[in-house]
C-alpha cells in the first residue's frame, strides 16, 4: 500500500538527548514535510523540503534538524537545543497541492 | 506564525444538524485546503479550493472562498457522529510552503 509511514509511534527521552523520528514514502512525491502539534492547537510547520538535497526552514527550525538524501526518507532530528520538544511530530508529502500525512509520532522528554 | 485562524475554536451539534465552521488568513494565497484530524492520529484531506473558485462541492462538504475577504467556510451538511473531529484548514502563502489554521474542534452528539 502506498503512502506516509513515521516511526516510532511513542517516543520517550531523557533531557539533553538528541533523538531522531523517521518519516518514509512510497507515493513518489518530490516534497516532504515535517509539522508539530501541541496539545489542542494547530500544526506548526518546522522545515520542508521541495527536492532530494534541498530542504528549507519552515516557523520553528530551532533545535531542529532534517536531511534529504532519497527522495523517499525526511528524517527529523530534535537536538538537546530543543527548549521544550515534548509534542506530536507530523510527517507529510506532497502531490498537485494536497498533503498526505502519516500517522504522527508522539515525542515525550522526561 | 499562523496563517489562518479558524472559527469556532469548538462547535457542538446533534447528529442530522449542519456544521459551519471558518477560516481567515492573512497574505494572497494559490489555494486553500480543508483537512480533517481524528483525535491522535494524522490529518486526511477534505477538499481543496483554488484562488479563482468561489464554491466546491465533495459529497456533504460544501467550501466557498473569498480571496477580498481573506476567508473560507467549510459547511458539513446532515452531521454523524463520524465527523466529530478536528478540522484545519491551510494555505500556500508560498510554494511548497503550507501553513495550518489553529483548527476547530467539532463534536456531533448522537
Known amino acids: ?110 | 506564525s499562523q496563517q489562518g485562524e479558524e472559527d469556532p475554536q469548538a462547535l457542538s451539534i446533534q447528529e442530522g444538524e449542519n456544521a459551519t465552521m471558518n477560516c481567515s488568513y492573512k497574505t494572497s494565497i494559490n489555494n486553500l485546503q480543508w483537512y480533517r484530524q481524528n483525535s491522535g492520529r494524522g490529518l486526511v484531506h477534505l477538499i481543496l479550493i483554488r484562488s479563482n473558485e468561489r464554491e466546491k462541492h465533495s459529497g456533504r462538504l460544501r467550501v466557498t472562498l473569498d480571496t477580498s475577504k481573506k476567508s473560507s467556510s467549510l459547511l458539513i451538511t446532515a452531521s454523524r457522529a463520524a465527523d466529530t473531529a478536528s478540522y484545519f484548514c491551510a494555505t500556500d502563502a508560498l510554494a511548497y510552503k503550507y501553513i495550518f489554521g489553529t483548527g476547530t474542534r467539532l463534536k456531533v452528539l448522537a
Open chain 1, 1 to 110: 500500500d502506498g503512502g506516509i509511514t513515521q516511526s516510532p509511534k511513542y517516543l520517550f527521552r531523557k533531557e539533553g538527548q538528541n533523538v531522531t523520528l523517521s518519516c518514509e514514502q512510497n507515493l513518489n512525491h518530490d516534497a516532504m514535510y515535517w509539522y508539530r502539534q501541541d496539545p489542542g492547537q494547530g500544526l506548526r510547520l518546522i522545515y520542508y523540503s521541495q527536492i532530494v538535497n534541498d530542504f528549507q526552514k519552515g516557523d520553528i527550525a530551532e533545535g531542529y534538524s532534517v536531511s534529504r538524501e532519497k527522495k523517499e526518507s525526511f528524517p527529523l532530528t530534535v537536538t538537546s537545543a530543543q527548549k521544550n520538544p515534548t509534542a506530536f511530530y507530523l510527517c507529510a508529502s506532497s502531490m498537485a497541492g494536497e498533503l498526505f500525512f502519516g500517522e504522527g509520532s508522539r515525542l515525550t522528554v522526561l
